[in-house]
């Protein structure tokens, strides 16, 4: 009996988005599926995609990765790793961000075509063990349909980029699962470098001293989460209506915060954070600190991990970087 062709085959794409080892033999085909290799296989292709659609001074890349497997393979992921899908999607974007800020440390012109990230880790009946498919997107899925689906393809045999017009029945063979779906929010200061003013630039260590953490409960910004790495040793913590776009402030858009609220350094000689409040009530490992003045203020020691509430809405958590 002759087989019937795929789906892909029919269109003319079958190998042009598998990336599979036929040239090796069963051992390395047989290979299984590792978190590494699924998080290498994103950045990979995050970094082909930058590569590809980047012109002029301004940096362009996907914000959707449509990753598929074998569904044998996904399904051996899933009974012995389940979760990790979402912890690598998570480790991924981390690194978009650092390979981002280092584009804007040379100038270049990092700006989102997509207010987030999606991932979405499919399988398909007619993939092999041992392959994998990507299908990137500049903007997520909207709420509009559209007639023809603008896909991607990056072809294992050449690594290029092209792109197809295509009808949305290309997706309708893949297999979604809910929790192979993850969207994480953009936050365009995340991780990207500022340019330093030259008032500050004595501060900056040759490492990172601390990680601070916040969600914002505001509106626009519902359910966001904002990271802001301290490489100052003197640094301001400042509310929506800071002006200043310096590095060493880490500005939370939320009029919920003074501007500024508070500042925090690190004393190299006994090795521990201290901070200063300027806002109008600032709550430290639930105790009140006494509010100062910015020309003379108060200090008290910032330890490790502790969780900060700013005017009793925001919270703000300092981590070891």
Same mark, same amino acid.
């Given at each position: 009996?002759?087989?019937?062709?795929?789906?892909?085959?029919?269109?003319?794409?079958?190998?042009?988005?598998?990336?599979?080892?036929?040239?090796?033999? $069963?051992?390395?085909?047989?290979?299984?599926?590792?978190?590494?290799?699924?998080?290498?296989?994103?950045?990979?292709?995050?970094?082909?995609?930058?590569?590809?659609?980047?012109?002029?001074?301004?940096?362009?890349?996907?914000?959707?990765?449509?990753?598929?497997?074998?569904?044998?393979?996904?399904?051996?992921?899933?009974?012995?790793?389940?979760?990790?899908?979402?912890?690598?999607?998570?480790?991924?974007? !981390?690194?978009?961000?650092?390979?981002?800020?280092?584009?804007?440390?040379?100038?270049?012109?990092?700006?989102?075509?997509?207010?987030?990230?999606?991932?979405?880790?499919?399988?398909?009946?007619?993939? !092999?063990?041992?392959?994998?498919?990507?299908?990137?997107?500049?903007?997520?899925?909207?709420?509009?349909?559209?007639?023809?689906?603008?896909?991607?393809?990056?072809?294992?045999?050449?690594?290029?980029?092209?792109?197809?017009?295509?009808?949305?029945?290309?997706?309708?063979?893949? %297999?979604?699962?809910?929790?192979?779906?993850?969207?994480?929010?953009?936050?365009?200061?995340f991780n990207i470098e500022q340019k330093t003013s030259p008032a500050v630039a004595a501060n900056v260590g040759n490492v990172a001293l601390a990680r601070f953490e916040t969600t914002i409960p505001d509106q626009a910004y519902s359910g966001k989460k904002l990271e802001y790495v301290m490489n100052f040793n003197d640094i301001l913590v400042s509310g929506a209506e800071e002006v200043?776009?310096?590095?060493?402030?880490?500005? %939370?858009?939320?009029?919920?915060?003074?501007? $500024?609220?508070?500042?925090?350094?690190?004393?190299?000689?006994?090795?521990?954070?201290?901070?200063?409040?300027?806002?109008? !009530?600032? %709550?430290?490992?639930?105790?009140?600190?006494?509010?100062?003045?910015?020309?003379? $203020?108060?200090?008290?020691?910032?330890?490790?991990?502790?969780?900060?509430?700013?005017?009793?809405?925001?919270?703000?958590?300092?981590?070891?970087?």
């Amino acid at each position: 009996m002759e087989e019937k062709p795929t789906f892909w085959q029919r269109i003319g794409i079958q190998d042009w988005f598998l990336t599979s080892n036929e040239s090796a033999g $069963p051992t390395a085909r047989s290979q299984p599926l590792t978190p590494n290799i699924v998080y290498k296989y994103i950045i990979e292709k995050f970094e082909q995609s930058i590569a590809e659609l980047s012109f002029a001074e301004r940096v362009v890349f996907y914000h959707e990765f449509i990753i598929c497997f074998n569904a044998e393979d996904y399904k051996q992921f899933m009974d012995n790793k389940n979760g990790l899908f979402g912890l690598i999607a998570q480790e991924s974007v !981390k690194k978009f961000y650092e390979i981002l800020g280092e584009y804007a440390a040379k100038g270049k012109s990092v700006e989102p075509s997509s207010s987030k990230w999606v991932f979405r880790f499919v399988s398909h009946p007619d993939y !092999k063990p041992g392959d994998k498919g990507f299908i990137g997107k500049l903007m997520p899925d909207g709420n509009q349909k559209q007639e023809n689906l603008r896909v991607t393809f990056i072809p294992r045999q050449t690594g290029l980029a092209q792109t197809f017009d295509v009808n949305n029945d290309i997706l309708k063979d893949f %297999i979604f699962y809910s929790e192979g779906y993850y969207e994480i929010p953009y936050l365009a200061n995340f991780n990207i470098e500022q340019k330093t003013s030259p008032a500050v630039a004595a501060n900056v260590g040759n490492v990172a001293l601390a990680r601070f953490e916040t969600t914002i409960p505001d509106q626009a910004y519902s359910g966001k989460k904002l990271e802001y790495v301290m490489n100052f040793n003197d640094i301001l913590v400042s509310g929506a209506e800071e002006v200043r776009e310096d590095a060493h402030i880490f500005k %939370i858009p939320s009029d919920w915060v003074n501007a $500024p609220h508070l500042r925090i350094r690190f004393d190299q000689a006994m090795g521990k954070f201290q901070l200063a409040s300027f806002g109008e !009530k600032t %709550i430290l490992n639930e105790n009140l600190v006494e509010r100062s003045s910015t020309a003379d $203020p108060q200090w008290v020691e910032l330890p490790v991990n502790s969780r900060i509430i700013l005017n009793g809405i925001i919270g703000v958590n300092i981590f070891k970087a």
